[in-house]
Structures are given as C-alpha cells and as structure tokens.
C-alpha cells in the first residue's frame, strides 16, 4: 500500500504479508519520506488494517519491535542491560525506541520473541544484522528521491 502526495509522488509505503496459519495480515517494510507530512505513517497503518478488515483478516500483526524489554529487570545480566542501553541512547543507526513508540500507540498485544547467539562477540553483527534486515539493503529510514 502506498500513501501519495497531490503530485503523485510517493509519501510512504508498507507491504504486507499474509499468515495464512493464523489468517493474520502482517506489516514487513515500511518507509516514508523525510518530508512527509505529520500523520502519513498513522494514515498509512489505519489504512492497512481498515483494508486487512475488509479482506476478512482475523487480525493484523505490528511487526516486532526489536529490543524492546531487554535488560529493564534489575537482575537481567550486563550484556542484556547493555543492549537496553543501545535500545534507549543509540538512535543515530535505527530508531529501535521510536518504532516501539510508534507500534505502542496502536494498543497491540505484544508477545515475546527470542534471539539465540553463539556469544557476546557476535552481538555487534548480529545487531546490524537486524536492522539491516529491517530497513532494506541499507540503514535508511527513507524513501530516496528519484
């Protein structure tokens, strides 16, 4: 789905996923323009579930919210509050927080998912992983001009 300015340019986009097990509609990429109005990305996902409902999907699925939880218990250990560090101050690659943020405002029923390594080095390339994957071939939070 895409959201498009009075020009006809494209604003923002999200694909969707079909879960066909759980007759779920779920959110993969989403992008909008650093321009973009305030409320495009709120358009955008109204939208989407409007148009899920429409289709007769029984629910609709946020995405994950990576990070999100982690090393917030005060028993949790250092590697785990390091990542809550990350998740909290380093916002410059991958606004973890503001996509938490943004997802939250929807009232969705979140559920824990589990990330397995081999060891705390591979942490650092694991991170940039995720986030790689997240945004597309890049650590972009935009839509680049043509």
Request: hydrophobic content about 40%; charged content about 20%; proline content about 7%.
């Amino acid at each position: 789905m895409i959201v498009s300015s009075s020009e006809k340019s494209v604003t923002a986009f999200a694909n969707i996923m079909p879960e066909y097990r759980l007759n779920e509609a779920s959110i993969d990429l989403m992008r909008h323009r650093r321009d973009a109005p305030p409320g495009t990305m709120d358009f955008l996902f109204v939208s989407l579930i409007e148009w899920a409902h429409a289709k007769g999907y029984d629910s609709f699925n946020l995405g994950l919210s990576s990070l999100a939880g982690v090393g917030e218990e005060p028993h949790d250990p250092a590697l785990e509050k390091g990542l809550h560090f990350v998740y909290e101050h380093v916002n410059s690659f991958y606004n973890f927080k503001g996509l938490h943020s943004f997802k939250a405002k929807f009232n969705p029923r979140w559920s824990p998912r589990y990330l397995i390594y081999p060891g705390a080095a591979s942490l650092p390339a694991i991170l940039t992983g995720i986030a790689r994957a997240d945004s597309g071939s890049g650590l972009l939070d935009e839509i680049r001009p043509r």
